[in-house]
T-cell receptor
């Protein structure tokens, strides 16, 4: 079991550019979560999918951020027109909901917006 | 929504001492409680998962206490060693149809030899 795989590990973008982050959940897991981690705000929930359907996107900034889960094997988080304040580590986690919500986290993508 | 406050944000102890971290939460319907450990540059690793029915949970070198009356979750690292140096995060979930975890802001623990 390779665990949750996130690519790329590091991404550097210029202000105004688009960034797409990828997540491959653990095989067989039915839910995928996205979190953002910064020193100041800590771990902030962004959105999650269950069986590929969006369930809760209450943490997503209303503009510029979008997430999709087109199939069981991957999810993407897209940030349009990136801004310096988007710089953070973006963490993806997956869980099989039958095991009481234990989230297994990927190594994260460190996004740096210059 | 749920809010989780974690203290202290930084903790420095000597090897062999205990390290005590506390989280308080607001949602009385919270049912699942977690402690995660994050080493520098690494992702979060599950330390322990606690159900609301169990007040005291023991792991290898640590104890987790849950006080539902006070809505407080605590992690006590007994006889800390340098390998315990990391950031520790508590997380809370109501479970069921609402599966998301709400995290505390973390405690950066430094264990000096």
């Amino acid at each position: 079991n390779a665990g949750v795989i996130q690519t790329p590990r590091h991404k550097v973008t210029g202000k105004g550019q688009e960034a797409t982050l990828w997540c491959e959940p653990i095989s067989g897991h039915s839910a995928v979560f996205w979190y953002r981690q910064t020193i100041v705000q800590g771990l902030e929930f962004l959105t999650y999918f269950r069986n590929q359907a969006p369930i809760d996107d209450s943490g997503m900034p209303k503009e510029r951020f979008s997430a999709q889960m087109p199939n069981q094997s991957h999810s993407t988080l897209k940030i349009q027109s990136t801004q310096p304040q988007d710089s953070a580590v973006y963490l993806c986690a997956s869980t099989g909901l039958g095991v009481q919500n234990t989230l297994y986290f990927g190594a994260g993508t460190r996004l740096s917006v210059l | 929504g749920e809010q989780v406050e974690q203290r202290p944000p930084h903790l420095s102890v000597r090897e062999g001492d205990s390290a005590f971290i506390t989280c308080t939460y607001t949602d009385p319907n919270s049912y699942y409680f977690f402690w995660y450990k994050q080493e520098p540059g690494a992702s979060l690793q599950l330390l322990m998962k606690v159900f609301s029915s169990t007040e005291i949970n023991e792991g290898q070198g640590f104890t987790v206490l849950l006080n539902k009356k006070d809505k407080r979750l605590s992690l006590n690292l007994t006889a800390a060693h340098p390998g315990d140096s990391a950031a520790y995060f508590c997380a809370v979930s109501a479970g069921g149809s609402n599966a998301k975890l709400t995290f505390g802001k973390g405690t950066k623990l430094s264990v000096k030899s």
